[in-house]
């Protein structure tokens, strides 16, 4: 039995992992690589390990796209077998891995367009909307708490990580030639308390634990204070040109949005707020939430039972044309724009920013993570210029970070979901983080936990 660690080793991005026994051979997560242009090259070469027409299956977490964004690619090279996931997972990655293929199909024919201008051969997108037509029927459901036999001899069971709408963490049971072994993959753990979803569980045992370090080195501030903020600088906003953009990830942090801007309104603390959801992907999105209010936690259902919704409240609108997105660059008067993508790698928001960040009454509101080699990392580190669509754009607007927004767990509450494993004496691979990370939680876990976390390089192998 050896896992194989393939991405997201010392970066948040594209996670892959290939577990094999004498059996079975099993990948889990085929996620993107996000962040600058050298990441493309990344993306578009499958392992060598991976070998896709010899894997028996597909275990996913969630669906966002840094764990499920290369799937497509998998049937076109050959595999043939399911992709288990949640339900809802399952739902969300319909939504995600289409609009993403579109995304990929455009950028290819705006890329060729240029290199044709040159006297340059076309591109080929990553994969196609026709790649992703093949993939979803091999998506197989996997409930919460429902062990599944995923290959011969793993066995894998899903318990709610409270990230995102059916994300998970996954225990996978392998035996072998005699042996048994249990592997657990945190995935992405959401932080205790946040609104909308149910709290992330843990289990109770494991022999080797993959855990993700997004902010393993720092604990997120109360959110309290961020949604203060947030309300005070949507008021501040309200001028004739005042404007807030938002750029956010359309599945879970925009729905997380959308609550609390809800809450605000019904508080008094803010008056009348026009806000518009301006990305498909995340109208669709949450419409599927609110389908899904069986996830929901006691706080959201509180308010459902007292007659309100938890994703609706007047002066908030949905936009999927074009026309209707680019008219918004023409209002002021306060109106918030939250827009995918969360980094600013692509998507509406970049329209909005190349309107927007050279207006010093535009307000531009981070409420998560932002890769290295990003837009948005540059921007939240101060830049005074950027390009944005390929035109360099004097930043005047001003750039506001919210850290109490995140749908990561924070050090301590890392810590303390690895802790329930402590027991069992289980070997702890850090992961999805950058090596700062990875670093300051090591440490942490060896301070508290007596666990000696390692930090594993793309490639590295554990033999169980």
Request: glycine share 10%.
């Amino acid at each position: 039995m050896r896992i194989q660690v393939l991405g997201a080793a010392g970066e948040v991005t594209g996670s892959c992992y290939l577990v094999e026994t004498f059996k079975a051979r099993v990948l889990v997560e085929f996620g993107l690589h996000q962040g600058g242009a050298h990441t493309e090259a990344k993306n578009r070469r499958i392992p060598k390990p991976i070998d896709p027409a010899s894997l028996d299956a597909v275990v996913l977490t969630h669906a966002h796209l840094d764990h499920s964004g290369r799937l497509p690619m998998l049937p076109r090279a050959g595999f043939v077998g399911p992709v288990y996931a949640t339900p809802a997972t399952i739902e969300l990655c319909d939504i995600l891995l289409r609009d993403s293929a579109y995304l990929q199909e455009m950028d290819a024919q705006r890329t060729t367009k240029r290199r044709m201008r040159r006297g340059r051969g076309p591109v080929k997108p990553l994969y196609t909307t026709a790649d992703v037509e093949q993939l979803l029927p091999r998506f197989k459901h996997a409930p919460y708490d429902t062990p599944t036999q995923v290959a011969p001899g793993i066995t894998a069971r899903w318990i709610d990580a409270g990230h995102i709408l059916g994300s998970a963490s996954v225990q996978l049971t392998i035996e072998d030639k005699g042996a048994r072994k249990t592997v657990v993959f945190s995935g992405d753990i959401g932080p205790r308390g946040a609104p909308l979803l149910r709290d992330p569980r843990t289990f109770d045992r494991a022999d080797l634990v993959l855990l993700e370090s997004t902010y393993g080195d720092r604990d997120h501030p109360p959110i309290e204070a961020s949604i203060e903020k947030l309300a005070q600088i949507c008021n501040d906003a309200r001028t004739p040109e005042g404007k807030v953009l938002i750029p956010s990830f359309a599945v879970g942090r925009t729905q997380q949005l959308v609550y609390f801007l809800g809450r605000l309104r019904d508080s008094g603390k803010l008056d009348s707020p026009r806000v518009v959801v301006d990305s498909p992907m995340a109208t669709s999105a949450t419409a599927l939430y609110k389908r899904h209010r069986d996830l929901f936690d006691d706080d959201c259902w509180a308010i459902i039972d007292a007659g309100d919704g938890c994703l609706d409240f007047p002066g908030l609108r949905f936009t999927r044309d074009a026309k209707e997105s680019m008219a918004l660059n023409k209002s002021g008067d306060g109106l918030v724009v939250i827009s995918a993508a969360g980094m600013c790698t692509g998507g509406r928001i970049l329209h909005h920013l190349k309107h927007g960040l050279w207006r010093e009454e535009t307000h531009i509101v981070f409420v998560g993570y932002q890769a290295e080699g990003t837009l948005g990392r540059r921007l939240v580190e101060g830049a005074k210029s950027v390009r944005v669509m390929g035109e360099p754009i004097r930043v005047r607007a001003q750039v506001h970070t919210l850290n109490g927004f995140s749908a990561h767990a924070g050090q301590t509450e890392l810590v303390e979901w690895l802790a329930t494993l402590r027991d069992s004496g289980p070997r702890v691979l850090l992961t999805h983080g950058e090596d700062p990370q990875r670093e300051a939680l090591s440490a942490k876990i060896d301070e508290q936990l007596m666990l000696k976390a390692e930090l594993p390089e793309w490639g590295h192998t554990v033999e169980l």
